[in-house]
């Protein structure tokens, strides 16, 4: 019986030295860093395809969207950005080497997705695209050799501002609130706080608004975190006018005596506007539910909150 056990453990020793000796003669894909150029000097990162164009530039103050306009780029994109693309690396090995397979895999220069990575006087252009698989496809700009790289550049990061762009326009925390005032089409009011809570006022009443209420807190939130991700640059006249008798006017006072004013105008049925401080060069396109915030009437402010 030991002699049989003896020889199965043989065998087996036998049979996983095999295994480790065809897994270290295996050939090894090689891989390779898909930017080459040091991360920490990266300057400028220029996105384009058939259609649209995207150039984001890196100042003092970080990430800037650079175009009609100049905007906070989105700092969780751009990082998405560096992890999935300067980070990334591809196998050396090439899907295809030849000029017909530009056609082939939808790297000719009309269809794909352009991208340039430059580092001072140093930059990298890459194209990209996706014939519906799990990988993209890329190439050099001056190559026809294709590659696949081991992440979804094609879908993810197109050149779109709205994809690129900080969207926060107000970000105001309670602690910095003195108070809200607020006009609308069925009433005014004005919300007050001190060291003793909010308070609510208009011409008919006044009482403290009970801790968490439901209105309050839903105001409070969209002024910590007020992004829009749609705006207008090149609005016309009949735009601008509907701000002649807003749907609603807000106006936040801060502890450190500055103003924010905002004002809302219907857009159609489905999206409303927004200024802010009446710039009338930008804009921003929000929700109607944005505007039924604070537009409550004063027995939201009542209610005590739900647990």
Same mark, same amino acid.
């Given at each position: 019986? #030991?002699?049989?056990? /003896?020889?199965?453990?043989?065998? $087996?020793? &036998?049979?996983?030295?095999?295994?480790?000796?065809? +897994?270290?003669?295996?050939?090894?894909?090689?891989?390779?860093?898909?930017?080459?150029?040091?991360?920490?000097?990266?300057?400028?990162?220029?996105?384009?395809?058939?259609?649209?164009?995207?150039?984001?530039?890196?100042?003092?103050?970080?990430?800037?969207?650079?175009?009609?306009?100049?905007?906070?780029?989105?700092?969780?994109?751009?990082?998405?950005?560096?992890?999935?693309?300067v980070a990334a690396k591809y196998p050396i090995s090439p899907v295809s080497?030849?000029?017909?397979?530009? #056609?082939?895999?939808? /790297?000719?220069?009309?269809?794909? $997705?352009? &991208?340039?990575?430059?580092?001072?006087?140093?930059? +990298?252009?890459?194209?990209?695209?996706?014939?519906?698989k799990a990988w993209d496809y890329f190439r050099f700009a001056d190559q026809?050799?294709?590659?696949?790289?081991?992440?979804?550049?094609?879908?993810?990061?197109?050149?779109?501002?709205?994809?690129?762009?900080?969207?926060?326009?107000?970000?105001?925390?309670?602690?910095?609130?003195?108070?809200?005032?607020?006009?609308?089409?069925?009433?005014?009011?004005?919300?007050?706080?001190?060291?003793s809570g909010w308070k609510f006022k208009d011409s008919r009443q006044e009482f403290d608004v009970l801790f968490n209420n439901y209105a309050l807190t839903k105001i409070i939130s969209i002024l910590q975190h007020f992004s829009s991700y749609i705006l207008d640059t090149d609005q016309n006249e009949d735009m601008i006018r509907k701000f002649d008798e807003p749907i609603a006017t807000v106006w936040i006072k801060t502890t450190d005596k500055k103003t924010t004013k905002i004002s809302f105008a219907r857009f159609d049925e489905n999206t409303s506007m927004m200024v802010k401080d009446d710039d009338f060069s930008i804009i921003h396109h929000v929700s109607h539910d944005t505007i039924n915030r604070f537009t409550r009437a004063p027995q939201a402010f009542q209610e005590a909150p739900f647990f």
């Open positions: 019986m #030991k002699k049989n056990r /003896l020889i199965l453990l043989v065998i $087996l020793l &036998i049979l996983m030295g095999i295994y480790v000796f065809l +897994t270290l003669k295996k050939p090894q894909e090689k891989d390779a860093d898909l930017i080459k150029l040091n991360p920490d000097r990266i300057d400028m990162i220029e996105i384009w395809d058939e259609y649209d164009t995207v150039k984001l530039v890196k100042s003092d103050k970080g990430w800037e969207v650079h175009g009609v306009l100049v905007w906070d780029a989105d700092s969780l994109i751009v990082n998405s950005f560096f992890a999935d693309v080497n030849t000029p017909e397979g530009l #056609k082939r895999y939808s /790297l000719e220069d009309h269809e794909a $997705l352009h &991208i340039r990575i430059s580092a001072g006087k140093q930059s +990298t252009h890459l194209l990209f695209s996706n014939l519906g026809t050799e294709i590659y696949q790289v081991k992440s979804k550049v094609f879908s993810m990061y197109f050149p779109e501002m709205s994809r690129w762009r900080n969207p926060l326009i107000l970000r105001i925390m309670e602690e910095e609130l003195e108070s809200i005032e607020v006009k609308h089409l069925l009433n005014s009011y004005v919300l007050t706080q001190d060291s």
